[in-house]
C-alpha cells in the first residue's frame, strides 16, 4: 500500500471511533418510535440512532482511499471499544464510595454495556469487512460507475450480517424473546434506509473528499486479509 499523507483521514478516524463507543455505550436502553402516517412503531436499541454513521464513514474511506486504509480505522474503532469494555468493567467491581448510592443503576446499566461492546466487536467485524469487501470490488468491477449500487448493496449485506449478530449476542437472554425479534427486524429496516436516505450525503462527501485529497483508490492488488494492519 502506498505510504503518503492526508489531509482528513485523521479526522476521519476519530469521528468513526467516537461513532463507534457512543453507539454502544445508548445501546443499553430499548426505544420505540412511531412511524408517520402509518400506526406503525419500531422498537430498537439506542444505539442505532447513530450507529448507521459509522456505515457511511466506512463507505467514504473504501471509496476514497480504500480498502486497505478503511480496515486500519476499522482496527481503531475495535481498539476504543475494547478500552472502553474494560474501563467500565473496571470501574463497576471497584467498591464504591458509601456516600454514592447509585450502585445498583451502574450495575444494571453501563455493566452490560461491555457485552453489548463484544457484540459489537464480532458483528462489526463480520458486517463491516464484508461491507468494505464488497464496496471495493463492486468499484473495480464498475469502475467506479454507480456508487448508488456499491453503498447501497454492500450495505444490504453487511447490515443485515451486523443486525443478527449484534442482537443475538448483546441482548439474547436478556431481553424476551419478542422484543429481539423486533429489535432485529426494526435495526435491520432503520439501517438500510437511514443508508439509502444519505445517499446523497455519501454522495456529496466522496467528491469533496476526492477533489481534496487528489485520490480516488481503484484496489486493483488490495490484500483482504482482515487481520493484516499495514
Given amino acids: 500500500m502506498e505510504q503518503r499523507s492526508y489531509r482528513y483521514l485523521d479526522l476521519i478516524l476519530g469521528l468513526f471511533v467516537a461513532v463507534l463507543i457512543i453507539s454502544n455505550i445508548v445501546s443499553v436502553k430499548a426505544v420505540r418510535l412511531a412511524v408517520p402516517l402509518t400506526g406503525m412503531h419500531l422498537s430498537f436499541d439506542g444505539g442505532t440512532i447513530l450507529f448507521p454513521v459509522s456505515y457511511i464513514f466506512a463507505d467514504v474511506l473504501t471509496e476514497v482511499y480504500g480498502y486497505e486504509r478503511s480496515r486500519r480505522v476499522i482496527w481503531a474503532g ?3 471499544l ?3 469494555s474494560i474501563t467500565i468493567w473496571l470501574v463497576g467491581i471497584i467498591p464504591a464510595d458509601p ?4 450502585q445498583s443503576s451502574y450495575q444494571s446499566l453501563l455493566m452490560t454495556a461491555p457485552r453489548i461492546a463484544l457484540a459489537s466487536m464480532i458483528a ?4 463491516e469487512f464484508s461491507n468494505s469487501y464488497i464496496m471495493s470490488r463492486l468499484k473495480v468491477f ?3 460507475k454507480y456508487l448508488w449500487v456499491r453503498t447501497i ?3 444490504l449485506v453487511g447490515q443485515l450480517l451486523d443486525s443478527v449478530i449484534f442482537v443475538v449476542i448483546a441482548f439474547g437472554g436478556i431481553w424476551e424473546n419478542s422484543l429481539v425479534i423486533r429489535v432485529l427486524i426494526s435495526n435491520y429496516i432503520f439501517k438500510t434506509m437511514f443508508e439509502v436516505l444519505a445517499t446523497p450525503l455519501t454522495y456529496s462527501i466522496t467528491r469533496w473528499l476526492k477533489d481534496k485529497e487528489r485520490e480516488d483508490h481503484y484496489d486493483y492488488e488490495a490484500n483482504y486479509n482482515p487481520f493484516i494492519l499495514k
Fill in 153 to 155: 448493496g454492500s450495505t
Fill in 82 to 84: 475494547i478500552l472502553m
Fill in 142 to 144: 464498475t469502475k467506479g
Fill in 78 to 80: 475495535f481498539s476504543g
Fill in 124 to 127: 462489526y467485524f463480520v458486517g
Fill in 99 to 102: 456516600e454514592w448510592t447509585l
